[in-house]
């Protein structure tokens, strides 16, 4: 009975343990995630901005840090970070065109016309250079 009690709590203090370290390594893991996708994006002269826009439109976005772990390639976006990106392409003299690939966008009429609102209020029209 002396040997089974000492077994039991040697079993119990392991799975405690190993459930403190495995609970650590990933509040590491995702911090680590989150802070690397902060980083500032440098932009070289003459570049052209591309959209990417494949997944569906929301009126604002939502940060999930666990998008980054599921791997899915249908993504949210929101209107209010793709009119800031056209907003901040328009004030960088490094950028001369924005090129917007948008093969599965599911997005409203109003979240449509927001955008191309957006970029026809671009100064220069010879700046936009394509929408498909």
Known sequence: MKDFLKFTFATITGIIVSVVVLV?????????????????????????????????????????????????????????????????????????GIYIEATSLGAGFASREEIRLSLIHISEPTRLLSIS
Do not use: C, H, W
């Open 24 to 96: 650590f390594i990933s509040i590491l893991v995702v911090f680590s995630m989150v802070s690397s996708s902060e980083s500032e994006t440098q932009v070289r002269k003459n570049s052209i901005m591309m959209l990417d826009l494949n997944g569906a439109l929301a009126e604002r976005s939502q940060d999930n840090p666990f998008d980054a772990l599921m791997g899915d390639n249908y993504k949210t976006y929101g209107l209010d970070d793709v009119l800031s990106s056209i907003k901040k392409a328009k004030e960088n003299d490094d950028i001369k």
